[in-house]
């Protein structure tokens, strides 16, 4: 018998229905973070990434234009199964060689992805780029004290709100617009007040235009600390959750971005009782905010579980974000993708009603000793069937596809 027509037996023992759990995952969107070709470069050749977050390695053949990093988002696209949709930051604007300050970034510096995205059939998010700019300045950008600087990013956050507007409209699917800023302090500040009430003064001002939600969904990413920021951080977790709620503004929760026991799947219940969406940057911490590739590991199922046991598919939007520039980047690329889809059908083939069932009535040994059973139930083959119907390579196929790629593009960069 096929693997998988064994699986589905094993399952429905449990009434599981594999196949209701494929159409389910074939339905939740993936955001790929773009940033992981070229190790958050983008097109401006501006200088180093800066902002206290770091892509280490030297692996060669990364993406230089927007004709190569297209081509490398092709292969993944042509790797990775399900719904994708492909989140772009400012500085990958296309202004066909063109320098265009940050401030003055329009809808058209965006059209060439937008048909990308058409040709592909996928959705498209935006980040404005609050870093690797001389705009920066003294590691402040919306908090600045000086007003030249801070008006500067505001213009820069109202320029790519209105890019996210047009792309959602051009592409009938809301662009997640989301706001992660660096601004910080390697020693400890004689004021916190001062930059948090600047910050909020330049969302006020960045939000104060109205778009219709249809188009674009705002949202805002806090953070505890980066490298050379270490002992404090404007936009925290505390300065965000409450501007938010206040603006009725999406969170967004990158699970690199708080304290090494505090966890992002513990969060997501609390945003959900109390927002119409919840956003995600799935990554993997090591040690700090390293921003390594996704591995199918406990925090990552249990992001996935949080979000099918409360049906919240919909409203929890998935987007990657790591940049590792040690391994192959195609790989680094889906290997992660694929980890967070292999954690959603992970979550899918749960008991989840039994187990929330045995946790009601105290039943916390049945709870635990099944929940350990499911890890090794046939997971695998469900998951190579998924490949298989979705028209990408199943299980280590994909490995020969990316190195195959590698000798023949890759390799070949300068
Ligand atoms: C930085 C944030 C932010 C960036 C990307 C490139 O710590 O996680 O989301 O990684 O915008
Ligand atoms: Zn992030």
Not at 158 to 181: H, M, Q
Not at 215 to 236: A, H, N, P, R
Not at 294 to 321: M, P, Y
Not at 357 to 380: H, I, L, R, Y
């Amino acid at each position: 018998m096929k693997a998988y027509e064994n699986a589905k037996v094993v399952y429905a023992k449990y009434g599981i229905d594999t196949e209701e759990a494929i159409k389910t995952l074939a339905s939740i969107p993936v955001s790929i973070h773009c940033w992981q070709g070229d190790d958050v470069a983008g097109f401006e050749n501006s200088g180093p990434l800066t902002g206290g977050i770091q892509a280490t390695g030297n692996y060669p053949g990364k993406a230089r234009t927007p004709e190569e990093l297209m081509a490398d988002f092709d292969k993944v696209l042509s790797l990775v199964p399900g719904k994708k949709r492909i989140n772009l930051h400012a500085i990958y604007a296309i202004t066909g060689g063109e320098k265009v300050e940050r401030d003055k970034l329009e809808p058209k510096h965006f059209d060439a992805w937008i048909k990308y995205a058409k040709l592909k059939k996928i959705g498209i998010d935006f980040n404005p780029t609050f870093f690797s700019s001389p705009m920066v300045k003294d590691n402040l950008t919306l908090s600045s004290p000086d007003e030249n600087v801070r008006q500067y990013w505001i213009r820069h956050g109202k320029a790519c709100r209105k890019i996210a507007a047009y792309i959602g409209e051009k592409l009938g699917s809301p662009c997640l617009c989301n706001i992660w800023i660096p601004d910080g302090m390697k020693e400890t500040p004689a004021d916190r007040m001062g930059p948090r009430a600047r910050l909020k003064d330049s969302l006020d001002q960045i939000f104060s235009v109205k778009y219709d939600k249809k188009y674009i969904i705002d949202s805002c990413e806090s953070k505890v600390f980066g490298i050379g920021l270490e002992s404090y951080t404007v936009g925290s977790a505390e300065f965000y959750q409450n501007y938010c709620a206040k603006n009725g503004i999406c969170c967004l929760l990158d699970n690199g971005h708080y304290h090494p026991t505090e966890m992002v799947s513990d969060k997501i219940s609390s945003l959900l009782l109390f927002n119409d969406y919840v956003a995600l940057h799935v990554t993997r911490p090591v040690r700090w905010d390293s921003d390594h590739v996704v591995s199918f590991d406990d925090e990552t199922r249990e992001i996935a579980k949080e979000i099918i046991r409360n049906h919240a598919e919909r409203k929890v939007l998935i987007g990657l974000d790591y940049f590792d520039a040690s391994i192959n980047r195609i790989a680094a690329w889906t290997i992660g993708a694929r980890n967070m889809q292999k954690a959603l059908l992970y979550a899918l083939l749960l008991p989840n009603k039994s187990l929330a069932d045995m946790q009601d009535s105290a039943n916390f040994t049945k709870m635990f000793a099944v929940s350990e059973e499911f890890k090794t139930f046939p997971f695998g083959d469900v998951w190579d069937e998924y490949c298989e119907r979705c028209g990408v390579p199943v299980g280590m196929n994909w490995i020969r596809e990316a190195e195959v790629y590698e000798s023949e593009v890759l390799s070949k960069r300068g």
